[in-house]
């Protein structure tokens, strides 16, 4: 397969696609996960499983309902996203937001508690207390990412239902990979999965350098 | 300095500890001992604020601790955990910690911590991390972490419960010069009765989740308030 203009262009909006979700899931998932794994309230346990159940939440499910909600007809028709890069940075932010929260939570639940009573005690404020415990957990936190990242880099339904797979404008490496493969390009079809997987495995050998440079053996 | 009135602690629907009445004065140290489960460490945690009282009132410099902002007031105290709980730092990172909440210049922070890695005698480790420090020698940063801090009032929970017997000798040994030399007010918490008469000014029995004596050691052996407290005291040297 030639590297041509229209795979390059293919690329560069996956990327900045999940890219965008990705740092979306981290803003909303990070302070959230804080929060459920910081806090002593009634309705905790809850809250959790019903994340944990959106870390397993199927694609095409969540394709589904933001797609009906950005039709014309849907509560958010007057937004005019379906079939545009942004109603597919919309669904996979709400794939990867509960992967993010509920790792991020695990991760912060997993430190020593008496860790907080520490830095409380040190005289910490509260935002200095979960930079710390943040800085703690930075390991799990940033497999977390990785995690959220994984989650949509590599998802097609959602993007195929949302997005419309439109040539020069939605179309993203999953959608294209599945285009064709429906058409018997199977030669095209591993190339590009080829090329997914290679920018998958660069992205998370960043992710882990980051992840283990502190990590002393 | 300190005074408490009529102090209920309940940790979920149990009465974990009472207070009649205990007053803390200013550069004593009082040794806090008891048995296992006893309620001194909810005693430490209470003091530091990290848990609220569900009665009674715990006042410093006679204002009442809910009436100081948190922060503010765990910015003039210093908390010595039972385990070191040092960050994934450098020693000197670990020492300064207090010092950078408190938003001190990199300069200031770095003098004071010199002086006392050199007090603690951690001063050829201050670059090491703290995953590679022994548990003595982590204790030790953990004790110049809050000595660093010029606290009004340093309260420590069983500081060498988790270090071996001759590392332990040579840290009270080391504290004990320090809080004769400073007078800084502290609150000791062990389970050691031998500890608590070598530490402590005074000290305070607590059992079963009530402080139930407060006195020189000679006083509490001599005069114990009840049966259990006697029955406690029976190990104490003199």
């Known amino acids: 397969m030639s590297f041509d203009r229209e795979v390059i262009q293919i690329t560069l909006l996956s990327l900045q696609v999940s890219g965008i979700a990705t740092t979306a899931s981290l803003l909303l998932g990070l302070p959230f996960g804080t929060w459920l794994a910081l806090g002593d309230f009634r309705g905790r346990s809850f809250i959790l499983s019903i994340i944990n159940t959106g870390m397993a939440l199927p694609p095409v499910v969540v394709g589904l309902v933001v797609a009906m909600s950005l039709w014309r007809s849907g509560p958010l028709g007057d937004l005019r996203l379906i079939y545009t890069p942004w109603a597919i940075v919309l669904a996979q932010t709400i794939i990867a937001a509960p992967v993010v929260t509920g790792l991020t939570a695990a991760a912060l639940e997993s430190l020593d508690p008496r860790l907080q009573q520490q830095l409380l005690g040190l005289g910490a404020s509260r935002i200095q207390m979960i930079l710390h415990l943040w800085r703690e957990a930075r390991l799990p936190l940033l497999a977390a990412l990785m995690a959220g990242f994984g989650s949509v880099i590599s998802e097609v339904g959602a993007s195929m239902m949302v997005g419309g797979n439109i040539r020069g404008q939605t179309r993203v490496l999953t959608t294209a990979i599945v285009l064709e493969t429906s058409k018997g390009e199977f030669e095209r079809a591993l190339a590009l999965s080829a090329l997914l997987l290679i920018l998958t495995y660069l992205i998370n050998l960043a992710l882990t350098w980051i992840q283990q440079r502190g990590v002393k053996r | ?238």
């Open chain 2, 1 to 238: 300095m300190i005074q408490i009135r009529d102090l209920l602690i309940r940790r979920g629907k149990i009465d974990a500890l009472r207070v009649d009445s205990l007053d803390i004065r200013r550069g004593e140290t009082l040794a806090v001992v008891g048995p296992n489960g006893a309620g001194k460490s909810t005693l430490l945690l209470a003091l530091a604020h990290l848990i609220k009282p569900a009665r009674g009132m715990i006042t410093f410099h006679n204002t009442s601790l809910g009436e100081w902002d948190d922060v503010k007031y765990r910015r003039m105290i210093a908390f010595v955990f039972q385990d070191p709980l040092l960050m994934d730092l450098s020693v000197r990172e670990n020492i300064g910690l207090g010092l950078k909440f408190r938003g001190l210049e990199g300069q200031e922070i770095m003098t004071r911590v010199n002086k006392w890695a050199k007090t603690m005698g951690l001063a050829s480790l201050l670059n090491r991390r703290a995953g590679q420090l022994s548990g003595g020698e982590a204790q030790r940063v953990s004790l110049a972490r809050a000595f660093v801090l010029g606290p009004e009032l340093l309260l420590m929970d069983e500081p060498f419960s988790a270090v071996d017997p001759p590392t332990r000798a040579q840290l009270l040994k080391d504290l004990s010069r320090l809080l004769s030399r400073d007078h800084r007010t502290t609150v000791f918490v062990t389970h050691n009765l031998l500890e608590a008469a070598q530490m402590g000014d005074r000290v305070a029995v607590v059992i079963g989740g009530e402080l139930k004596q407060v006195g020189t050691p000679r006083q509490i052996k001599s005069r114990p308030s009840d049966a259990s407290v006697r029955a406690f005291l029976r190990e104490l040297p003199y």
